[in-house]
């Protein structure tokens, strides 16, 4: 009963920074800090979107959780484990918990091995089946994703973009894992083939009990698949809560900018629907502004958004905001 309680993954105040290289008048070292001190958990068998503009720092957030990226600072707690600080061969235990699904299904697999191998790999890797148990788990996850025993054979430029991302998908479950990271899983795909792939992806979760953090852009998609959703400005986390409660009450300006621009099917609903339009530029993530990093193209914006940095707290009933201006 504990462990049912306790998040399956807890990340705590972590940090991921980038050398920038020296600048141009000084033999200091610059860094890009992509991800600037963020907290959250998922809980078990739940899905925890997070979304925000290209380089907020959610691809960077994923990779430094399944350890591609080492953590500069900060805590990555799996089943009250902190592996943040762990080396290779401590971490290939935690390799078989913790899968990656990629954005781009042709850059992620190897064009040179054929789509058994790939699925496979891991499988040997980890020293989990041989011979015809081995081709029996590969067979029964091409199934699963929808392809054929026949393709079993080929290679990766044999397929369309979404059987290659059905070939990603089918990797990523060949080690039975319980933690699935979803970096933009659809992104790449024909608008078509979106919805059958989430759709997949939510049957999977419900077989074999999976836990996710889909990483998208498409904010309509992120609410139909996920329990939470998340939002990501520059490196620092602005707002968080259940996904209908976010979808119907955003408070942080960021986020009620970002939902005012999800299309609506309806023409006369959308003619009258007010988008909010962002002006300024996003700040640079080497030398970001003190405060507040929204605070530039925040109409709202006050002397303390320019003074003190808002922490991330709860409001009530785990809405989680970090803005200076609510409550006033």
């Known amino acids: ?29 610059r860094k890009v800090l992509a991800v600037d001190d963020i907290s959250f ?92 148990p081995r081709k029996e788990r590969i067979q029964y996850l091409l199934n699963r994703v929808g392809l054929n025993n026949e393709h079993i054979n080929r290679y990766p430029h044999e397929f369309s973009g979404g059987q290659r991302q059905r070939i990603g998908i089918a990797r990523a479950l060949a080690v039975q894992p319980e933690f699935i990271i979803c970096d933009e899983p659809i992104s790449a795909l024909d608008v078509s083939i979106q919805a059958q792939v989430v759709n997949m992806l939510e049957d999977l979760q419900k077989d074999f009990g999976l836990t996710f953090l889909f990483i998208a852009h498409d904010l309509s998609m992120v609410k139909h698949i996920s329990n939470r959703v998340g939002v990501m400005y520059l490196g620092k986390m602005m707002e968080l809560a259940e996904s209908n409660e976010l979808y119907s009450r955003p408070l942080h300006p960021y986020t009620q900018a970002l939902l005012s621009s999800i299309p609506i099917p309806d023409p006369d609903l959308s003619a009258e ?23 530039g193209r925040c109409k709202y914006a006050k002397e303390i958004c320019g003074v003190e940095e808002p922490q991330l707290k709860d409001i009530g009933d785990g809405h989680l905001l970090a803005c200076h201006i609510y409550g006033e």
């Open 273 to 295: 629907k007010k988008r909010i339009i962002l002006e300024g530029e996003i700040p640079s993530p080497i030398n970001p502004p003190p405060g507040c990093r929204f605070r």
């Open 41 to 132: 958990s998922i809980n078990r068998g739940e899905t925890l979107g997070l979304v925000g503009e290209s380089g907020c720092g959610k691809t960077t957030t994923g990779r430094t959780i399944v350890k591609l990226y080492q953590p500069t600072e900060g805590e990555i707690i799996y089943e009250g484990v902190d592996i943040a600080g762990f080396s290779n061969k401590q971490m290939l235990p935690y390799r078989r918990k913790i899968q990656m699904i990629f954005q781009d299904p042709y850059a992620s697999l190897n064009p040179r091995m054929t789509v058994g191998d790939i699925i496979g790999e891991s499988i040997d890797v980890h020293g989990l089946l041989r011979g015809n």
């Open 1 to 29: 009963m504990e462990n049912e309680k306790r998040p399956l993954v807890e990340i705590r105040h972590l940090k991921k920074y980038f050398n920038a290289g020296n600048g141009m008048f000084t033999k200091s070292k």
